[in-house]
């Protein structure tokens, strides 16, 4: 596994958030995290990211303690992409990809010539390259996304976490996002996303993770894990399932 831990308890300071959660991610897996606001899915990222410490239990990254790592080896391990976003100074899309090279190299160096062949890579790959020269607050939800992804990538890690990658994004953006979550897995990187659309875990995820008041009600296989029941006792509301087994979509009633 490339990333695991268990009996986690995550919070902030003497606030529990979350407890005894399990979580093992391998490469070239996409994982799923599901619940309704308010439940710990964040916390749990972010104390999975080191960017807070855990309350109990150890994230292990790489077969190593998360808290044995420095920032710069956890960078080139694992890589966030947080909800879209309209930024504030108008960097170039080019300009967002090539920051997810201080990673690698340092805040303060000048971008190599190997950094820029790995931004203007990132941006082939999400087929943006078009925009590289655009003001990144110029372009559309879905192209922001795209980008973030991109400097994520330009880490090299062997992880990707999205927090609601597709958060704000039209119907179309929505397929984008997460035909790329699935290319990223099938690229040999593990992934871990939050989501409140069952329909996205079933259709992009290997497994997937119920979280309610701070506790996994649900873990595995995510067609196992997914069912109309679990769906309706991690969102307190009747669900409704069209469809068969096998291509089945889940809506509110």
């Known amino acids: 596994m490339i990333l695991e831990c268990s009996d986690l308890v995550v919070g902030y300071g003497t606030r529990v958030v979350g407890r005894d959660l399990d979580v093992a991610l391998a490469e070239g897996e996409v994982l799923a995290l599901l619940g309704p606001n308010g439940g710990g899915k964040t916390t749990l990222l972010k104390t999975l990211l080191g960017l807070v410490p855990p309350l109990g239990g150890e994230v292990r990254l790489a077969g190593r303690p998360l808290g044995a790592l420095g920032i710069r080896e956890r960078a080139t391990l694992v890589a966030y992409v947080p909800q879209v976003h309209a930024g504030t100074f108008a960097f170039t899309v080019a300009e967002m990809v090539l920051m997810g090279r201080t990673a690698r190299s340092g805040p303060f160096e000048a971008p190599s010539a190997r950094d820029h062949q790995v931004a203007a ?50 119907f179309g953006n929505q397929g984008r996002v997460m035909r790329e979550i699935r290319s990223l897995a099938a690229a040999g990187l593990g992934v871990i996303f939050s989501t409140h659309d069952p329909n996205h875990a079933l259709r992009h995820a290997d497994r997937a993770m119920l979280i309610r008041n701070g506790t996994s009600i649900a873990s595995g296989p995510v067609r196992a894990v997914l069912s109309r029941q679990n769906l309706e006792t991690l969102y307190r509301c009747e669900i409704i399932g069209i469809g068969t087994d096998d291509d089945v979509a889940f809506l509110p009633a």
């Open 121 to 170: 890579a990132m941006l082939e790959r999400l087929g943006i390259a078009h925009l590289a020269d655009r003001p990144y607050t110029l372009v559309s939800g879905g192209e922001r996304q795209l980008a973030l992804i991109a400097r994520a990538l330009a880490q090299e890690p062997r992880i990707v976490v999205l927090d609601e990658p597709t958060a704000s994004l039209d």
